[in-house]
């Protein structure tokens, strides 16, 4: 996620890109998270901050085998990072189960356009609770924007008083310039010591986004399946997913004039818009019957008709 909490203003393009660290020692990578600056803020809010955030499901964390409630157990958080505007910048960690919840803050210093490799170990805690259950169980922040009402001394653990804490009072103002851009790469979150970037193939990569995001198709001339007509205006179809979802997901699809059509016996309709109606992790139906006139029984094969057709589905955190 890039988040701008509490309407904090700036903007900024978001793109991958293949300036990367050349020293090998922590693992080889091919391409970067690039954030470029296009709308600075100069004037930061109280409340404002813009950060890059990972939220863990809750499960993964309580069952990774840390400790999380001994001291003596550790976190290691590990990435690259490059900007060509140095300073101090932060990591956050925000608890989310625990009642307050915890925050903690761990400063890096960035030297102009130059990649530094950056470990932190991260402490249990007594008041930590991670639930065993498919939410949020941590939320790992890469600041960029911290106002003041958001700022907590770096170190240790402190329970949460007022808004989520991101940064520290020495957080550079990242967004102040349109000239910044900065990078991250090789991010790592594991029990123990830090260790050598683990590169997974592109199947198990593939699987473990789709827990959480499916495109199902992106332009013109996509198949989507079998159709077939419930009544003469009412057409009916499934979708189903390569794997299975985080939760239910939300199933969105773009809309305009005959953006899709289904081809039946002797003739075809084209369809304006989908309607999502009954949803699990596996699969979700779905139908139009605002474009239809059809016979009832029929079957048919339903695609997309317009470069600007999507379907998407999303059970993010």
């Known amino acids: 996620y890039l988040l701008h909490s509490s309407s904090a203003g700036g903007a900024a393009t978001m793109s991958q890109d293949s300036d990367v660290p050349t020293d090998y020692s922590w693992g080889k990578f091919s391409k970067s998270l690039k954030m470029d600056v296009t709308t600075a803020d100069t004037s930061v809010s109280t409340n404002h901050a813009i950060t890059l955030q990972y939220r863990m499901e809750a499960q993964d964390l309580r069952n990774s085998g840390w400790d999380y409630t001994n001291p003596n157990s550790i976190l290691s958080v590990s990435f690259w990072a490059k900007s060509s505007k140095a300073g101090t910048y932060c990591v956050a960690l925000n608890s989310q189960d625990a009642s307050p919840n915890l925050d903690i803050i ?4 960035l030297a102009a356009n130059t990649w530094k490799h950056v470990e932190f170990e991260i402490p249990g805690n007594s008041s930590l609770v991670i639930d065993n259950n498919n939410e949020s169980g941590m939320n790992f922040l890469w600041a960029l924007v911290v106002g003041t009402g958001r700022h907590l001394a770096a170190g240790s653990w402190t329970a949460r008083s007022g808004e989520a804490k991101y940064g520290s009072s020495n ?3 990242f967004y102040d310039s349109t000239d910044n851009i900065f990078y991250l790469t090789g991010v790592q979150i594991e029990v123990g010591k830090a260790t050598v970037f683990e590169h997974h193939n592109i199947a198990e990569e593939l699987a473990l986004c789709q827990r959480y995001y499916y495109l199902f198709c992106d332009g013109n001339n996509k198949e ?5 007509y419930y009544t003469g205006s009412h057409l009916s179809w499934f979708f189903y997913f390569p794997t299975t979802m985080r939760a239910v997901p939300t199933g969105t699809a773009t809309s305009g004039t005959n953006y899709y059509r289904v081809y039946r016996d002797g003739g ?6 989908i309607s999502f109606e009954t949803g699990s992790t596996q699969q979700y139906s779905a139908y139009n019957s ?6 009832a029984g029929q079957c048919g094969l339903l695609r997309t008709q317009s470069a600007s057709a999507k379907i998407e589905f999303s059970a993010e955190l």
């Open 290 to 295: 605002s474009n239809i006139s059809g016979t």
């Open 224 to 228: 989507i399946g079998a159709a077939w």
């Open 171 to 173: 957080q550079v103002n």
């Open 106 to 109: 761990k400063e890096y210093t």
């Open 268 to 273: 075809n309709d084209g369809l304006d818009s």
